[in-house]
T-cell receptor
Framework: GESVGLHLPTLSVQEGDNSIINCAYS??????FIWYKQESGKGPQFIID?????DKRQGQRVTVLLNKTVKHLSLQIAATQPGDSAVYFC????????????FGPGTRLSVLP | NAGVMQNPRHLVRRRGQEARLRCSPM?????VYWYRQLPEEGLKFMVY????????ESGMPKERFSAEFPKEGPSILRIQQVVRGDSAAYFC????????????????FGPGTRLTVL
């Protein structure tokens, strides 16, 4: 299960399985969302983005789903690999004309051999 | 094509000292953002700057913190009279432009500066 506070929620997945990482965002006016991957000791790395006029967007091995009704984002990673082990953050842009992104708390993905 | 550069990568300061964190955006990028990340937490927006202008500092503490992005040189995040609670990783990101486009401008992140206050 998940824990809040000092420890990141952790998702453990077997190598080769699909991963689904979830994120609830806070502002119904947010119209742009990004998923970032952050490996230990590094800065966040862009994975995929989606605008609010879409409900699904696919990249290479990744798919982002957006449900505006319940303010929920998910990131699906197909055929998870050891190199996918990292912390994943969703970020929302709540200001229509600004650049202020609000990051979620993150989920640690651990890929088991 | 170098990415966003930050230095130093690690910075140790004693309480009451000043910390200066530097960020050189990617070539051709004129927008810089600073974020703070506490251990096991997400990134918190601090400030958004363009050359010689602070655009949005809504996430910046009102005291002891300041940021600049001069016409020449890197962006500087300055923390005066540091306290233990300032210990965190500070990330800089840059983007080529702002505004609403079909494909929003991605923010490219640097490797971060890890500040430890003793």
């Amino acid at each position: 299960g998940e824990s809040v506070g000092l420890h990141l929620p952790t998702l453990s997945v077997q190598e080769g399985d699909n991963s689904i990482i979830n994120c609830a965002y806070s502002n119904s006016a947010s119209d742009y969302f990004i998923w970032y991957k952050q490996e230990s000791g590094k800065g966040p790395q862009f994975i995929i983005d989606i605008r609010s006029n879409m409900d699904k967007r696919q990249g290479q091995r990744v798919t982002v789903l957006l449900n505006k009704t319940v303010k929920h984002l998910s990131l699906q990673i197909a055929a998870t690999q050891p190199g996918d082990s990292a912390v994943y953050f969703c970020a929302e842009n709540p200001d229509n004309y600004g650049q202020n992104f609000v990051f979620g708390p993150g989920t640690r993905l651990s890929v088991l051999p | 094509n170098a990415g966003v550069m930050q230095n130093p990568r690690h910075l140790v300061r004693r309480r009451g000292q000043e910390a200066r964190l530097r960020c050189s955006p990617m070539k051709g990028h004129s927008h810089v953002y600073w974020y703070r990340q506490l251990p096991e937490e997400g990134l918190k927006f601090m400030v958004y700057l363009q050359k010689e202008n602070i655009i949005d500092e809504s996430g910046m503490p009102k005291e002891r913190f300041s940021a600049e992005f001069p016409k020449e040189g890197p962006s500087i995040l300055r923390i005066q009279q540091v306290v233990r609670g300032d210990s965190a990783a500070y990330f800089c990101a840059s983007s080529p432009s702002s505004g609403r486009t079909i494909s929003y401008n991605e923010q490219f992140f640097g490797p971060g500066t890890r500040l430890t206050v003793l």
